[in-house]
């Protein structure tokens, strides 16, 4: 098919890889025009100056940026995709945005005879160089199935979960999941350290019992190691738990923990560790128990 893709950063320039690699005609777009050259140099293809040129001809738009404002401005600002894609045309959107803006823009594309669903991803930037993603979609039905094998090019799942704004709800679901699951990690490593326990011993004989986790399993042993190069930086994560407490207001959900663990990791952006991994949450209880 013809796809168009918006947005290369550290997901999305994978993840358009891949959809060259199956076959498709993939043109790209990049805020960074340098980024989208060094694209068409690896993959081929081509790339475009504007959104609106990048979808011209498109059977697809994805689409992956930064946020609500950024994912506005590619779709409905000046040159905005949505004024130059053909009727018809499926957006897919994988920026973790908020539900409201899904909403909004699903919408919009109905009024102009475009499709919208909203798809965020997880699995960071390793999942998005293997192709392994996991996608939660929100959306028509039908719409969905039409899009669903173009976007499994780089996805190891890739769910519907509802109707338009589902999939960020979805996703919001996963980020509450996972900053829980990392903050009790590092109390448990932090804990056992002060002990005198052999960590990496430790994590390996709890990982075969009910405390095993993912986050356990790739992300203990770095955080032994004090390494936090991985994956997915705590300024995103921040951006992040923004949106869930956010909708958490709105739906009258309670979220002590993750209001508990977002001002922690506020606490690391005032560290300078804001481009470390999430699982940089130990480094403040190394700096804590040290005093």
Same mark, same amino acid.
């Given at each position: 098919?013809?796809?168009?893709?918006?947005?290369?950063g550290?997901?999305?320039?994978?993840?358009?890889?891949?959809? *060259? !690699?199956?076959?498709h005609? %993939? &043109?790209?777009?990049n805020?960074?025009? #340098?980024?989208?050259q +060094?694209?068409v140099e690896?993959?081929?293809?081509?790339?475009?100056?504007?959104?609106?040129?990048?979808?011209?001809?498109?059977?697809?738009?994805c689409?992956?940026?930064?946020?609500?404002?950024?994912?506005?401005?590619?779709?409905?600002?000046?040159?905005?995709?949505?004024?130059?894609?053909?009727?018809?045309c499926i957006?897919?959107?994988?920026?973790?945005?908020?539900?409201?803006?899904?909403?909004?823009?699903y919408?919009?594309a109905?009024?102009?005879?475009?499709?919208?669903?909203d798809?965020?991803?997880s699995?960071?930037?390793v999942?998005?160089?293997?192709?392994i993603?996991?996608i939660?979609?929100g959306?028509?039905?039908?719409?969905?199935?039409?899009?669903?094998?173009?976007i *499994? !090019?780089?996805a190891?799942? %890739? &769910?519907?979960?509802?109707?338009?704004? #589902?999939?960020?709800? +979805?996703?919001?679901?996963?980020?509450?999941?996972?900053?829980?699951?990392?903050?009790?990690?590092?109390?448990?490593?932090a804990?056992?350290?002060r002990?005198?326990?052999?960590?990496?011993?430790?994590?390996?004989?709890?990982?075969?019992?009910?405390a095993?986790?993912?986050?356990l399993?790739?992300?203990?042993p770095?955080?032994?190691?004090?390494?936090?190069?991985?994956?997915?930086?705590?300024?995103?994560m921040r951006k992040?738990?923004g949106?869930?407490?956010?909708?958490?207001?709105?739906?009258?959900?309670?979220l002590?923990?993750?209001?508990?663990?977002?001002?922690?990791?506020?606490?690391?952006q005032?560290?300078?560790?804001g481009?470390?991994?999430?699982?940089?949450?130990?480094?403040?209880?190394?700096?804590?128990?040290?005093?």
């Amino acid at each position: 098919m013809r796809v168009a893709f918006l947005g290369l950063g550290v997901m999305g320039f994978h993840m358009a890889g891949h959809l *060259a !690699a199956k076959g498709h005609e %993939v &043109t790209v777009y990049n805020r960074t025009a #340098a980024k989208a050259q +060094a694209w068409v140099e690896k993959f081929g293809g081509k790339a475009a100056d504007t959104p609106a040129q990048a979808v011209r001809q498109a059977d697809v738009v994805c689409s992956c940026v930064g946020n609500d404002d950024d994912l506005r401005s590619v779709l409905t600002g000046p040159d905005g995709a949505f004024f130059a894609a053909p009727t018809g045309c499926i957006f897919v959107d994988h920026t973790t945005a908020s539900a409201n803006v899904a909403r909004e823009l699903y919408a919009a594309a109905r009024e102009r005879g475009l499709h919208f669903v909203d798809g965020p991803v997880s699995g960071g930037e390793v999942g998005a160089e293997k192709g392994i993603l996991t996608i939660m979609c929100g959306g028509d039905a039908d719409v969905y199935a039409r899009v669903e094998p173009v976007i *499994a !090019a780089y996805a190891r799942a %890739v &769910t519907r979960i509802g109707e338009a704004g #589902a999939g960020q709800l +979805a996703k919001m679901v996963n980020q509450i999941s996972i900053a829980g699951l990392i903050q009790g990690l590092s109390e448990a490593i932090a804990f056992g350290e002060r002990a005198g326990l052999d960590m990496k011993l430790v994590l390996d004989v709890i990982s075969k019992g009910a405390a095993g986790s993912w986050q356990l399993e790739n992300r203990g042993p770095t955080m032994i190691e004090n390494k936090f190069d991985f994956g997915f930086a705590v300024d995103w994560m921040r951006k992040d738990l923004g949106l869930c407490l956010d909708e958490a207001r709105r739906n009258g959900a309670s979220l002590p923990v993750t209001a508990t663990v977002d001002q922690f990791y506020a606490d690391l952006q005032q560290m300078g560790c804001g481009r470390s991994d999430t699982s940089s949450l130990i480094k403040r209880l190394r700096r804590f128990s040290q005093n």
